[in-house]
């Protein structure tokens, strides 16, 4: 720990105002001592870390860390900020900072160091030592753990050390504490809990060492198992065995989950843990008094894709923790059931594509491949392909019902999810009567496990009761109480878009290219794309329809192939990293995903992003006055054979890559070239550069 820190990464006096300064003014000095050795790789590093979950905790902390191929040996940096800096925390700004960069393969026993520091920011004595600290020397000091902070220091003993004697302690409590004597008071309230987080240095240990405390504070036992970097040791089964409930507290898939299935369970986000580990608590015990348990096999509550694996469930897998207001918990909801859907889409909408490609429009009047299929003869693969993607097409509503329903109840909100989704098909309600179906089918599931039951039922619950009681309770009411309604919304709807021309039409081209650009594969975009595609979801199109998928796909193929050009045609406005992305961002534009431009963003949102909107509303407008229509939900550049009047959407795709493209290389000309950046004409880019998001993202709109 000596080597991590000294009193040069020390700066008792930060007067950065924002969080991208504070990290910018603690990583010069990691730069000026070697521990850096490419200060904008490093800090873009730290911004797509950022942008995947504020590193703001409530205390006035700011921990921003990532791990990088720019870092020569693991460093921390401290700053205190006399008026904090907002670092996205619940109770307002960070006056304490903390820099941690770990290098890309970083050794089990630094980031062991690492995650002990994490845990030592949950002790109250440690921060307010370090808010009246005099010095630099003395602060670098308090923080190896060479001066005590009123409590043992955590360095003593490390993360693995402590959880091991917290699960010593259960264990023991299990077999009987030694010199128990039978008939003495009830034994505590056991719980085992898993924290990861994305990066596994910081958060994952914090929330650990929050649960911990505030375990012992509520009189429970609490032992923790923490996936991080620096690996995970398995908690005894025996203590699992032995625990009343278990808490996931996670943002990456909680590994071999299916070893607490059976068990109260409450599955929420890392940071939860670390801000309101009391409420958690209280949640867990709860659910055991109500006998609330995960089937078997489930893989706890949010398992990834509901399969029942043991892989976990990622962030908009999840319900909605229970300090979430209501918009954010309905809209993780709304998304778990579109990122389950989008596959479905992509898969049956381009079989569909290919197969009027090969047999014309009218291959949908073809008979059933069943029934007569030559295999000589092009027609009849036609028809197959077009008959096998309309069969996935039809899933789309159930599956954005039933895991809708899915992201609110977890895995009991299934069935009834996809029996109202599959009603809303059969009633004519469409993608609004699958949202409605998705919502109530979830309130539902959850309003019976709300219910105490008997002992002796609670082991079919799962699989009988919640099932049978559920379905018919959403059948009913979308069959006799709010079906015929929807569908006559639906109607309207469809009648409305069908009826669109001229400047409403342009209108609405231009506010659907502004949503595919705000955010970039995020919720905002993902609505305007599942917009579009139910529109098209259907055996025969309206025109206006068409158009919508046209426009929605043009205007998300604009962001990564500015960036793309932008870089081409001006390197010295980007540094080695961001050139190396942008030949990467002309396959991932010209294939419609638009995280391409995600690393270009999260390094400089307030140029991209408004740049990128505005070149996605140029691109949505122009593809509305052309009358560009499109059957295919998917494919990019490859699918513009399909696409009606082809050229004019490609000027419109043109048009709007070069208006971002401009807007991007005026705004970053306003600045000064940044440190690394290619000299003017020069073009080059450092080929062993990475940048932030270099992973092939995931292929969405």
Known sequence: ??????????DLDLSADTKEAAARALAERMVAHGRVTDLEGFLADVAAREAQMPTGLDGGIGIPHCRSEHVTEPTLAFGRSTDGIDFGAADGPADLIFLIAAPAGADDAHLTILSSLARQLMNADFTTALRSVGDATAA??????????????????GAEDSVAVSAAASAETA???PGQETGEPERPFRIVAVTSCPTGIAHTYMAAESLENAGREAGVEVVVETQGSAGFTRLDPAVIEAADGVIFAHDVPVRDKDRFAGKPTVDTGVKAAVNRPGELIGEVRG???RGEVTAAGSGGAGGAGGAGGSSGAAPVERGGGSGEGYGTKLRVWLMSGVSYMVPFVAAGGLLIALGFAIGGYEINEAPSVMDHFVWSQADSWAALLYQ???????????????????????????VPGFVGGSIA????????GGLAAGLISGAVVMAIQRARIPV?????????????????????????????????AQKAMTDWLSDLSGANAVLLGALLGLMMCFDLGGPVNKVAYAFATAGIAVSDPSDSAMKIMATVMAAGMVPPLAMALATTVRGKLFNAAERENGKAAWVLGASFISEGAIPFAAADPLRVIPSSM??????????????????????GIFVVPLIGNPLLYLVAIAAGVCVTTALVIVLKGLRKPVPGAAAPGSGGADPSASAPGAKQPVAAA
Do not use: Q
Request: net charge neutral; hydrophobic share 55%.
């Open 1 to 10: 720990m000596s080597d991590m820190i000294t009193a040069d990464l020390v």
């Open 140 to 157: 670098a000091a308090l923080i190896r753990g060479e001066e005590p902070t009123g409590a043992e220091s955590v360095f003593e003993g």
């Open 175 to 177: 077999t009987g504490t």
């Open 287 to 289: 659910k055991a008094a």
């Open 388 to 414: 096998i993607g309309g069969v996935a097409f039809a899933f789309l509503v159930p599956v954005l019902a039933g895991y809708i329903a899915y992201g609110m109840a977890d895995r009991p909100g299934l």
């Open 425 to 432: 098909l059969t009633i004519n309600a469409g993608f609004l």
């Open 456 to 488: 002796a039922l609670r082991g079919i619950m799962p699989v009988v009761v919640i099932p049978l009681i559920s379905s018919a309770i959403v059948g009913f009411l979308m069959f006799v109480v709010i079906g015929k309604p929807i569908a006559s």
């Open 614 to 635: 505005v070149g996605g509303a140029v691109t949505g407008a122009l593809s509305m006055a052309f009358g560009a229509t499109l059957r295919a939900p998917h494919g």
